[in-house]
């Protein structure tokens, strides 16, 4: 199929966080940043020094989305399509070609080489500790703290260490940061902070996303997908929507751990004061419900079952590449759409770049999030490839759809390995892709 068109599908899914409710990112991040700094200096006793209290200009250029971690070296890694090291700093200093050779032989790295083979298999386990990508603003801050403990240990070492550790102190930072039980009983400082002040990190939800939702309803069965418990979605939404949370969707599926959502079978759980109860199978499942966990499988036959389709066509729309685009599309669950806001904030021909934007999520120092310059030209990132292999278009706000007619055609990407294939950036491609 050379063309998407909406219309084609008999259900719609949603993700949520940063595809229907947008976050204002550079207040959420310099938040995140604040609290896993005040956690790694008071409860583990990491020297302030490098640690300054707001992000600055530098430090905000140091973060993108997608960067590539090798834990035990104490590096960042920009890939490409190929899996190979495109550009790489050890803590905050970029390396030269001879240094990332020394690293990496031939650009290469066995662990990288694994992950785009299957990024699903350093998910967790023992390869999880040692390379990780990150893909949302819950998490961008890590890029600069962890650059900066890399330089800390290597000035307190006076060389670089053979191996760091630092990501088992990262992981309880953030753990403590985002504990569940604080959101109920107003503890701990992220929650308190977006309950005290929600204006100041969570925007409003625009009036024609929710309509567009909703009429979409009228011919589709509609599901939400999300990684959040639901008193999280529930704080939120009351706070970004108009609408009440259950008039837009047929189901709704909390803490659904994806990717493992649309690759595993774990079951749905019905929950009690929200919190999960008892075991359900699919036949259990009622319009209006809202679950824990469960799977893809059993939520496909929710959905024939309510739409009286007996092999109901899904397309599943989110912002994260491996959860929401690259586990649907192997797992043989859905088309999807991606929502990636890069492709507006680097720039698309006839559109303004929305300031914010323009600071969280561009970086000068790893380049464009879809092409990487090199001494022969450029390449494509690991992660335009994923889109254009993994989703049927790409967009960046969900805005940008809710006006074209759903019966109208609109051109995508092929799901082929031709890399000049990138037609399915809509409504413009990414400056950076428009100018090769
Ligand atoms: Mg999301």
Redesign the pocket.
């Known amino acids: 199929m050379k063309t998407f068109i909406l219309n084609n599908y008999d259900c719609i899914g949603f ?5 229907i409710l947008q976050y204002n990112i550079k207040n959420l991040i310099q938040l995140e940043y604040k609290l896993i700094i005040d956690f790694l200096i008071n409860k583990r006793g990491y020297n302030p020094k490098y640690f300054n209290e707001s992000l600055t200009d530098k430090d905000w250029d140091f973060m993108q989305n997608g960067l590539f971690f090798d834990f035990e070296k104490g590096n960042i890694l920009k890939l490409s399509s190929k899996g190979k090291v495109h550009s790489a700093s050890h803590g905050t200093k970029f390396l030269n070609d001879e240094e990332i050779e020394q690293y990496y032989s031939n650009r290469l790295w066995d662990l990288s080489k694994i992950f785009i083979e299957n990024p699903l298999v350093t998910r967790n386990g023992p390869l999880s500790l040692k390379i990780r990508t990150l893909l ?1 603003c819950f998490d961008m801050p890590i890029s600069i703290i962890f650059a900066k403990a890399v330089d800390l240990l290597d000035e307190e070492n006076g060389k670089p260490l053979d191996k760091y550790n630092i990501l088992p102190d990262l992981l309880d930072a953030i753990l403590d940061m985002y504990e569940r039980e604080q959101l109920r009983n107003n503890a701990g400082n992220f929650y308190s902070e977006l309950k005290r002040n929600p204006e100041k990190y969570i925007k409003k939800c625009s009036p024609e996303v929710l309509a567009w939702i909703q009429e979409l309803k009228k011919t589709k069965k509609i599901f939400l997908v999300t990684g959040s418990n639901f008193d999280f979605v529930e704080f939120t939404t009351s706070y970004a929507f108009c609408e009440n949370l259950q008039s837009l969707f047929d189901i709704i599926v909390c803490y659904a751990k994806k990717p493992g959502f649309f690759t595993e079978n774990r079951p749905f759980y019905s929950l009690k004061n929200n919190y999960e109860d008892k075991i359900l199978s699919s036949e259990e499942l009622e319009v209006g419900g809202i679950y824990n966990q469960g799977n893809f499988k059993d939520l496909h036959k929710f959905l024939a079952r309510i739409s009286n389709i007996s092999n109901p066509k899904c397309l599943y729309i ?3 590449l491996i959860e ?1 685009i690259y586990s649907p599309n192997v797992s043989g669950s859905c088309n999807t759409l991606a929502i990636i806001s890069e492709q507006l904030s680097e720039g698309m021909l006839g559109y303004d770049i929305p300031q914010d934007y323009e600071q969280v999520c561009n970086s000068k120092v790893w380049g464009s999030f879809f092409i990487l310059k090199n001494s022969s030209g450029h390449e494509h990132s690991y992660w335009n490839h994923m889109i254009k292999k993994y989703s049927k278009i790409c967009i960046p706000e969900l805005k940008m759809i809710i006006n074209i007619s759903l019966d109208e055609p609109l051109k995508c990407f092929c799901n082929e390995d031709d890399d000049k294939e990138l037609n399915g950036y809509y409504p413009a491609k990414p400056i950076s892709i428009f100018n090769l």
């Open positions: 993700d949520l966080d940063s595809t949302t989110g912002d994260n929401d």
